[in-house]
């Protein structure tokens, strides 16, 4: 076999279709490895990563491995970073699911040490600092401060995804799942404004950083102009209002 049709071979086996993956998990692994991860998303997240085309990626939030097996189908490398102190079981499926898609090659899990937050960031941002990478995906803690660390580590990337962007107020009433304010804030106030995509009830959002390539990638602008919506100042007002009266109300409440 010629290295061409080799390398073509290996292109079609490492991107699996989004049936092909969440059935393999499924019925190899158990319902239980894909638990808590975006294999629901997938379809939308591959579209992004076909235009994006990372060549090495940087993911905060490691879980059972399945979002970091997606990544590494199309990446060259994949380093996903967790805490130490993160279930050992989360552990031993990350392990198992790559082993199973023989993708632990591609894939460097990092789990920071510490005795407490301060510690893991530290540890965290030592390693992160001496990484390179060209796109980032943010999926760890909910809380603003730690998403604003955590982008601040990896926005020298120039292009970041972010999880879980469910904002509140009447427009998300509909929306039963756990919606995440704090993290839509920090996204909503990033420069230059981030673009938001996906399912009414779970949204991501793309930063792209301003003197980023990517900017000038028509496949990449394009599909951000008919796939996704800028955070406009409008947009970022009713939820900073939202935000105001949800926040006041669950101080209310504490007190």
């Given at each position: 076999?010629?290295?061409?049709?080799?390398?073509?071979?290996?292109?079609?086996?490492?991107?699996?279709?989004?049936?092909?993956?969440?059935?393999?998990?499924?019925?190899?692994?158990?319902?239980?490895?894909?638990?808590?991860?975006?294999?629901?998303?997938?379809?939308?997240?591959?579209?992004l990563l076909e235009?994006?085309?990372?060549?090495?990626?940087?993911?905060?939030?490691?879980?059972?491995?399945?979002?970091?097996?997606?990544?590494?189908?199309?990446?060259?490398?994949?380093?996903?970073?967790?805490?130490?102190?993160?279930?050992?079981?989360?552990?031993?499926?990350?392990?198992?699911?790559?082993?199973?898609?023989?993708?632990?090659?591609?894939?460097?899990?990092?789990?920071?040490?510490?005795?407490?937050?301060?510690?893991?960031?530290?540890?965290?941002?030592?390693?992160?600092?001496?990484?390179?990478?060209?796109?980032?995906?943010?999926?760890?803690?909910?809380?603003?401060?730690?998403?604003?660390?955590?982008?601040?580590?990896?926005?020298?990337?120039?292009?970041?995804?972010?999880?879980?962007?469910?904002?509140?107020?009447?427009?998300?009433a509909d929306c039963?799942?756990?919606?995440?304010?704090?993290?839509?804030?920090?996204?909503?106030?990033?420069?230059?404004?981030?673009?938001?995509?996906?399912?009414?009830?779970?949204?991501?959002?793309?930063?792209?950083?301003?003197?980023?390539?990517?900017?000038?990638?028509?496949?990449?602008?394009?599909?951000?102009?008919?796939?996704?919506?800028?955070?406009?100042?409008?947009?970022?007002?009713?939820?900073?209002?939202?935000?105001?009266?949800?926040?006041?109300?669950?101080?209310?409440?504490?007190?």
């Amino acid at each position: 076999m010629s290295n061409a049709v080799e390398a073509s071979s290996a292109k079609e086996e490492k991107q699996m279709t989004h049936e092909n993956l969440k059935k393999t998990l499924v019925e190899g692994l158990g319902r239980d490895a894909i638990e808590g991860s975006i294999i629901s998303h997938e379809t939308i997240v591959r579209a992004l990563l076909e235009v994006i085309k990372p060549k090495r990626v940087l993911e905060i939030g490691t879980r059972h491995g399945v979002s970091s097996s997606l990544f590494a189908q199309y990446a060259d490398h994949v380093i996903t970073v967790d805490v130490e102190k993160c279930p050992e079981s989360y552990k031993e499926w990350a392990r198992k699911v790559w082993d199973f898609l023989g993708l632990s090659d591609r894939i460097t899990p990092f789990y920071a040490p510490g005795v407490n937050w301060k510690g893991y960031n530290g540890s965290k941002a030592e390693f992160i600092k001496k990484q390179d990478f060209d796109f980032a995906f943010i999926d760890g803690s909910h809380r603003a401060k730690d998403v604003e660390f955590d982008f601040d580590l990896v926005k020298k990337s120039g292009c970041v995804l972010f999880h879980d962007y469910k904002p509140i107020g009447p427009k998300y009433a509909d929306c039963k799942n756990s919606r995440y304010p704090e993290i839509v804030q920090v996204i909503n106030h990033l420069k230059p404004a981030p673009y938001v995509y996906g399912e009414h009830r779970s949204q991501y959002a793309l930063w792209i950083s301003k003197d980023s390539p990517r900017r000038k990638d028509p496949s990449v602008m394009e599909f951000l102009e008919n796939k996704a919506e800028k955070v406009t100042l409008m947009s970022r007002l009713a939820h900073d209002f939202h935000f105001r009266r949800h926040t006041s109300g669950s101080e209310a409440e504490d007190e």
